[in-house]
T-cell receptor, first 113, second 110 residues
C-alpha cells in the first residue's frame, strides 16, 4: 500500500547501543523529516532532507545521524543511545505542490534503559 | 530562529465553539499549518494559511494575520471526538522545515 511507514514501531534498548529507526515512503515526496515528541515539548525537528543526498539539521540534531541515499528512505541512527533519547519518533514526508503539508508515519516508540 | 506559542490546555463543552490561538515570531515565513493529534496517534493535517484571512473547512476554520504573527483555529459544534491536541506549525522562509509549537490539549466535556 502507498504511504509512509516506520519500523520498528516499538524498541527497547540499552544506553550506549546503536539504534536505527527506518522510514520509507512510496509517494516519491522530495522532503522527509524526523521529529521527536516528548511530554511538554511538542514535536521537535531533528533532521530533514530536501532530496536524496541533501540533509540538514533541525532544532535538536545532537546524538543523531541521518542519511538519504534514495528518495524513498530516510533512516535515523542513534549512534550511542542515551536515556534522554527515550521518546516517540515521527517520520514525515511532503512534496512542494499545493500546500506542502506533512504526512506522518505512525511513530516509533523508543525506550532507552 | 522561530518561537511559536499556544496555550497548553483548553476545556470546552460539547456543541460549543472554541478558539485556539497561536502566536509566532520567525526570521522568515512561508505558511502556517494546523494539525490534530489524538492520543497515541500521528498528527493529521487540518488547515493551511499562507495569506491573511480566514480559511473555512466544514466545522473547522483557521485565520492568519502575518503582520501580527497570529493565527487561530476555530472549532464549531464541538463533538467529543474533537478532544485531542492541536498543533500550530510554521514553515520557514525557504519552504523547507516545519517547526511546531508545543500543542494545545483540548478536552471536550458533555
Amino acid at each position: 500500500d502507498a504511504g509512509i511507514t516506520q519500523s520498528p514501531r516499538y524498541k527497547i534498548t540499552e544506553t550506549g547501543r546503536q539504534v536505527t529507526l527506518m522510514c520509507h515512503q512510496t509517494w516519491s515526496h522530495s522532503y522527509m523529516f524526523w521529529y521527536r515528541q516528548d511530554l511538554g515539548h511538542g514535536l521537535r525537528l531533528i533532521y530533514y532532507s530536501a532530496a536524496a543526498d541533501i540533509t540538514d539539521k533541525g532544532e535538536v540534531p545532537d546524538g543523531y545521524v541521518v542519511s538519504r541515499s534514495k528518495t524513498e528512505n530516510f533512516p535515523l541512527t542513534l549512534e550511542s543511545a542515551t536515556r534522554s533519547q527515550t521518546s516517540v519518533y515521527f517520520c514525515a514526508s511532503s512534496d512542494r505542490t499545493n500546500t506542502g503539508e506533512l504526512f506522518f508515519g505512525e511513530g516509533s516508540r523508543l525506550t532507552v534503559l | 530562529g522561530q518561537n511559536i506559542d499556544q496555550p497548553t490546555e483548553m476545556t470546552a463543552t460539547e456543541g460549543a465553539i472554541v478558539q485556539i490561538n497561536c502566536t509566532y515570531q520567525t526570521s522568515g515565513f512561508n505558511g502556517l499549518f494546523w494539525y490534530q493529534q489524538h492520543a497515541g496517534e500521528a498528527p493529521t493535517f487540518l488547515s493551511y494559511n499562507v495569506l491573511d484571512g480566514l480559511e473555512e473547512k466544514g466545522r473547522f476554520s483557521s485565520f492568519l494575520s502575518r503582520s501580527k504573527g497570529y493565527s487561530y483555529l476555530l472549532l464549531k459544534e464541538l463533538q467529543m471526538k474533537d478532544s485531542a491536541s492541536y498543533l500550530c506549525a510554521v514553515r520557514d522562509k525557504y519552504g523547507g522545515k516545519l517547526i511546531f509549537g508545543q500543542g494545545t490539549e483540548l478536552s471536550v466535556k458533555p
